[in-house]
């Protein structure tokens, strides 16, 4: 509308006023001012398709805390295979594990679900991470050393349940790391979602095509590679493999009851 009216004024500036400095000031305002506009509608559609704007990017990329639930159970339901990098497992076993077992079950697709828990073996490292969640967690008051190898042996038996039961389409690869991270790292060969240890905190979501993915891809393996693999058979992670795994540990065989009541518990947070 105003590059049609000062076009309008051009022409009549130029056919009914008389050629004084004046009028042709006032003409030569009109003819930029449409050279402007016109300026900017070409520009406008040029930017538009051949550049990206950060803060797209940015809001693509970012999940707010409310979200974080839901954006992991629409990658569980989408993966064809299934990484996570995490301390005790508590979400993951409550709400992400049985929505991988039921799309395997329902689809019949087999899946391969790699899981990188803390290495509950190590008293000193769990009681480090359990001192950074008494700081730093909302519920700061259930954090100890015994708590955090319970619900990491809570994880583990949620797993073996899930071997045993469904063997033949549910492939478990677990795996104890004595590295420490605030970071989680979770999700697929086409996306990821790297996530805080605090519920409030936002994530970040990288799709097999962004620039960060293979990073994210890589670090996982290097946590992976270094860390203890706990054995499998044909049938999977069986329940023989406790005993095997912790029979010098006879703390840890003592929070078995524990950890058992731990594994019908639902998910800590509340996104």
Known sequence: MVLFICIIGIFMIAWFAPSTPIWNSLNSLFISSVASGVFALVAGPYIYY???DPNDIAAKTTILPQDIKQTL???ALRAKDYKIFVRTGRHFRAEILPVLVNRACQTRCPIRVEVVLLDLRDKDLCEKYAN?????????QAWNTSY????ILATILALIHASREHSELVNIHLFLSKRLSVFRIEGSTDEILVTREDPKDMASRYSHNHRDFGAYVTEFSWV???AFRVLN?????GQTMLPELFSKNQEIMGLEVEAKKACSESSPYVR
């Open 50 to 52: 051949f550049f990206v």
């Open 73 to 75: 159970h629409v990658i």
């Open 132 to 140: 950074f969640r008494k700081t730093s967690s909302f519920d700061r």
């Open 148 to 151: 955090v190898q319970t619900q």
């Open 224 to 226: 992976r590679d270094e």
């Open 233 to 237: 058979n044909e049938a999977g992670i």
